[in-house]
């Protein structure tokens, strides 16, 4: 929620955009309804959600988005600029190019072609069209990718093979080389990787999938949407997950998404692309649109995105957290992506030394934690568990995930998700540790005794 003073801050801002054109005659929309009215409904049906901007929601990939965003999207979105062509929203175009450059300054890429997106979804489509106009025919992804590829496939016509992951959820490198393998002589592939998977932030080994160029061709597109930015702290992860991390920078086209850990407001992703010439963009992205860019002072971003209409206000709020956050290795942003991380693996230790729970990986990759509770029934104890940290203020999730048993037969499970994505999570991984064990052991409890029982 928006602190007090950056209120204040927001209101004189305010006044001083009502000056914004002198010369013009002052004007302030008219209409015969009041808002008063409706505002208030509006706050009561929004006390109808979780509470996603609270340090005690750890649930979904849902984090907050920070003052500065709020305030700067409030006040871009009321010019309403639209990113298509330069003249529908110059300031807003030259603070995305800005944006965009950081985001590729930060993968060392000098030449490059980017803009945002409406979110993931849309990015690694775009990627994917583009890989598809430059001749490949098939997608490879690993069980652990997030579904929205396969439906990309099938929107792209292009055929869709699948690898196993390994136990950590990432995908398994040679499960890869042996797909690779039995492709026939006309597939050509691209190669989708995961930086930060959606069940559990898992990292494909993408210092594996490379070192299988040497014997087959294929190009490699990273959905780094929710882990991009974890570049930034490659050092601090764990070794195989740094060693992945250093080969990013070598991926054909990159999808990461500022309105998962960036801090903004949903409606904001990112495409990065590399090795596109700007004869094969233009024969790609070139359509007719005779009344849309007539200022040629500046790019027109539209000309060369999927997307037609984009808010200009996105890039405001981006451009600004950008201002306060920079993408630097030692700045305030990698610290809070640290400090999430550092939540994640406290809390895994936490939940490891407790007999009835248990881990579905040991080690988080980034900032999210899989558990369940060791019971006759995993998923009712699950829910029950869901249930009453939500009863006591703490906001969770959950996630179907396969578990092996003892006897090594694998089954599918209802588990708690947890996604620690806030820099406050930090602060209270000990209180929501303490929560998680005390409600489990009670839960664990009551199915050893209706064991005993029967
Ligand atoms: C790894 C990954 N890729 C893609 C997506 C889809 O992104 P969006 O929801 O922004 O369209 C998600 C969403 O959670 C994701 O986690």
Redesign the pocket.
């Known amino acids: 929620m928006l602190s007090r003073k950056n209120l204040e801050i927001l209101v004189a801002a305010q006044k001083r955009l009502y000056c914004t054109f002198p010369e013009l005659p002052s004007f302030e929309q008219r209409w015969d309804f009041e808002t008063d009215g409706v505002i208030q409904a509006l706050l009561t049906r929004l006390g109808d959600n979780d509470p996603y901007f609270h340090p005690r929601y750890a649930g979904h990939?849902s984090g907050y988005v920070c003052d500065v965003a709020v305030m700067s999207y409030f006040l871009a979105m009321q010019f309403n600029p639209n990113n298509h062509s330069y003249d529908g929203g110059r300031a807003t175009t030259k603070m995305e190019v800005e944006c965009l450059d950081s985001m590729a300054r930060m993968l060392d890429w000098n030449h490059y072609q980017g803009h945002l997106t409406s979110?993931?979804?849309?990015g690694?489509l775009e990627a994917l069209w583009i890989h598809r106009a430059l001749g490949a025919n098939t997608v490879i992804c690993s069980k652990g990718?997030?579904f929205?590829h396969k439906r990309a496939a099938n929107i792209l016509d292009l055929k869709y093979l699948e690898v196993d992951v390994t136990k950590d959820g990432s995908l398994c490198s040679i499960a890869l080389s042996g797909v690779l393998a039995a492709l026939e002589a006309t597939d050509v592939p691209v190669v989708v990787c995961?930086l930060?998977?959606?069940l559990n932030g898992a990292i494909d080994p993408l210092d594996e999938i490379f070192s299988l160029k040497a014997e087959h061709d294929f190009k490699v597109h990273v959905?780094a949407?929710?882990g991009g930015y974890f570049y930034l702290i490659r050092a601090r992860l764990a070794g195989r997950n740094r060693k992945a991390f250093d080969f990013l920078p070598a991926a054909d086209s990159i999808?990461i998404?500022p309105?998962?850990h960036g801090l903004q407001g949903?409606g904001c992703?990112a495409l990065l692309l590399r090795g596109v010439s700007e004869s094969t963009s233009q024969a790609i992205y070139t359509h007719d649109s005779p009344y849309t860019y007539f200022d040629r002072r500046g790019i027109s971003i539209g000309e060369k995105t999927l997307e037609c209409s984009r808010p200009g206000a996105a890039a405001a709020a981006l451009w600004a957290t950008m201002q306060c956050l920079p993408l630097e290795e030692e700045g305030e942003f990698s610290r809070v992506l640290l400090s999430c991380h550092t939540a994640a693996v406290k809390m895994s230790e936490l939940l490891f030394a407790v007999d009835d729970v248990r881990l579905v990986v040991r080690e988080p990759a980034l900032d999210i934690v899989v558990f369940y509770i060791e019971c006759a029934d995993i998923s009712a104890a699950t829910r029950q568990l869901y249930e009453q940290l939500k009863a006591s203020g703490f906001y969770v999730a959950m996630a179907d995930c396969d578990i092996s048993s003892e006897t090594g037969v694998f089954r599918e499970v209802s588990c708690i998700r947890l996604t620690l994505m806030k820099k406050e999570h930090l602060a209270m991984v000990d209180e929501l540790a303490d929560q998680i064990i005390r409600l489990s052991k009670c839960i664990a409890d009551e199915y050893r005794s209706q064991y005993q029982a029967l």
């Open positions: 990939m979110g993931g979804t849309i690694n990718a997030h929205t995961t930060g998977t959606t959905d949407a929710y999808v998404d309105h998962k949903f992703g």
